[in-house]
């Protein structure tokens, strides 16, 4: 451990994919590698290594600096609370707040979330957000689409790990274009929102992800715009948005200073994810 996060801090990596610090992130790594529960770290801590299982505690933790992969990619697995996801390079690494308000319905915005029959996932990725939903709402069909047939891919599997087929269904579409006729209770997203700045500034970490499931054009707003202008032909009555947009809360407000954002609070303040109502949208 020890040695690790020397390693790390000197190497100056970057966290945030899964991890927020060295120490995290190493103990992570070991744990893993060790096929030892994660979370358990001070109960193991002086369990003696064989040579064989040192040699590979030590190769992850080598390849984790020199190629500047996180974590995710080099274990093939994330987690969203108690939910384990498998990532690859083909899709970015599940990181989401609206993750958190699915863990009680998205209450108290939805009262019962048994009546909860459709929801969509726009900008799917891995599949994350949309096998949440499929167990936030039990009695919900769930679409999940997304603009990449790569990061399909590895939604599909996701979504058989989690025995879901019959109840999402994966869609490529380029944000809401192969919906037509569809509409839905509740519409989630976690689209590409880094600005033009931001992405020039990415640390080699972020650089290893999709671009096209970062990039958010020059003020982060270009894929949420189009959804603002669509939204509500695909929701029901009652019906809500719910996206996350990173920083770009100021710029938003700016841009739609009429709409009656709801800021929702999340573990990181309540400047990242908004709703909007189908009404608010009309």
Same mark, same amino acid.
């Given at each position: ?45 002086? !369990? ?59 209450? @108290? ?65 380029? &944000? ?5 006729? !569809? ?19 990415? @640390? ?16 982060? &707003? ?34 739609? @200073?009429?709409? @009656?954002?709801?800021? &929702? ?18």
């Amino acid at each position: 451990m020890r040695e690790a996060v020397t390693q790390f801090k000197r190497a100056g990596l970057a966290f945030g994919h899964g991890t927020h610090n060295a120490r995290d992130e190493a103990a992570y790594l070991i744990l893993h590698t060790l096929k030892l529960p994660l979370g358990e770290l001070i109960a193991v801590l002086d !369990r003696p290594l064989s040579a064989s299982e040192l040699g590979a505690v030590r190769g992850i933790l080598k390849r984790r600096v020199q190629e500047r992969t996180p974590a995710a990619y080099l274990t093939h697995e994330a987690w969203l609370g108690k939910f384990r996801f498998y990532v690859d390079e083909r899709t970015i690494v599940p990181r989401s707040f609206i993750a958190e308000l699915l863990r009680d319905g998205l209450a @108290p915005w939805i009262a019962d979330a048994q009546r909860v029959s459709s929801a969509l996932d726009l900008c799917t990725g891995s599949g994350c957000l949309a096998i949440l939903a499929a167990h936030a709402f039990p009695n919900a069909h769930v679409d999940a689409a997304d603009l990449s047939t790569e990061a399909l891919q590895v939604a599909r599997r996701n979504v058989k790990d989690y025995a879901l087929a019959k109840r999402v269904s994966l869609v490529q579409t380029d &944000l809401l274009d192969r919906l037509a006729g !569809r509409s839905y209770d509740v519409i989630l997203s976690n689209p590409p929102y880094v600005n033009a700045t931001a992405m020039r500034a990415l @640390p080699r970490e972020y650089r290893r992800e999709p671009r096209l499931a970062l990039a958010g054009g020059r003020d982060g &707003l270009d894929l949420v715009r189009r959804m603002l202008a669509q939204a509500a032909a695909h929701l029901n009555p009652g019906g809500m948005l719910i996206v996350e947009i990173g920083h770009n809360r100021k710029a938003l407000e700016k841009n739609y @200073p009429r709409l @009656p954002f709801t800021w &929702l609070d999340t573990s990181a303040g309540e400047d990242y994810v908004f709703m909007l109502h189908r009404e608010d949208l009309l």
